[in-house]
Antibody, heavy 120, light 110 residues
Framework: QVQLQESGPGLVKPSETLSLTCTVA??????????WAWIRQPPGKGLECIGI???????FYKPSLRSRVTIFVDMSKRQISAKLSSVTAADTAVYYC????????????WGPGSLVTVSS | QSVLTQPPSASGTPGQRVTISCSGS????????VNWYQQFPGTAPKFLIY???QRPSGVPGRFSGSRSGTSASLAISGLQSEDEADYYC???????????FGTGTKVTVL
């Protein structure tokens, strides 16, 4: 059973860059059977995918965030990372690291989430 | 900003059947399979249904899913108090090249 654990700064100032990491344990990090996605949920609101990365390193980002987000994999550390630049209060959310099934798209594993608040 | 539309709430008494709808378009539900997630307050979503109507191991049989055209639905038969949660549908969107979610439905057990 794969385990995902996010880590983040907790508090970020407006206009700064938000950096998140997800450590993967108990499962492959580079398998064609899976892809990795960062999902966020603003307080009291629904779920939103900010971007994904597949086993080949191909990335797809939410169009409205494309200019600000980067997702990458560090194989040696077994980590999936996300960076979101020029943050505003609208980026305040719980950020989830997830693993999805290639082809089916289902997000079958979720980390517990990391709350990030953007405030001065 | 969600791509898929769900009713904001649904409710029922213990033992009743509750159905949640999910409406999408040809670029998502009309082309790709639908998945459902259950979320309790303060916790991460849980994988509930995949490929329209398949249950992962450990999910009770009272949860079932279906898809028709550009819509899908989740049914909870024999509603129990522990089913009180938020439910989200999701599907892959070919236009966005990523998963899209529904607006979420809060299920209340009366």
């Amino acid at each position: 059973q794969v385990q995902l654990q996010e880590s983040g700064p907790g508090l970020v100032k407006p206009s700064e860059t938000l950096s998140l990491t997800c450590t993967v344990a108990g499962g492959p990090i580079n398998s064609a059977a899976y892809y990795w996605a960062w999902i966020r949920q603003p307080p009291g609101k629904g779920l939103e995918c900010i971007g994904i990365i597949d086993h080949s390193g191909n990335t797809f980002y939410k169009p409205s965030l494309r200019s600000r987000v980067t997702i990458f994999v560090d194989m040696s550390k077994r980590q999936i990372s996300a960076k979101l630049s020029s943050v505003t209060a609208a980026d305040t959310a719980v950020y989830y690291c997830t693993r999805g099934w290639s082809g089916v798209g289902a997000l079958e594993s979720w980390g517990p989430g990391s709350l990030v608040t953007v405030s001065s | 900003q969600s791509v898929l539309t769900q009713p904001p709430s649904a409710s029922g008494t213990p033992g009743q059947r509750v159905t949640i709808s999910c409406s999408g378009s040809s670029s998502n539900i009309g082309t790709n399979t639908v998945n459902w997630y259950q979320q309790f307050p303060g916790t991460a979503p849980k994988f509930l249904i995949y490929s329209n109507n398949q249950r992962p191991s450990g999910v009770p049989g009272r949860f079932s899913g279906s898809r028709s055209g550009t819509s899908a639905s989740l049914a909870i038969s024999g509603l129990q108090s522990e089913d009180e949660a938020d439910y989200y549908c999701a599907s892959w969107d070919d236009s966005l090249n990523g998963p899209v979610f529904g607006t979420g439905t809060k299920v209340t057990v009366l």
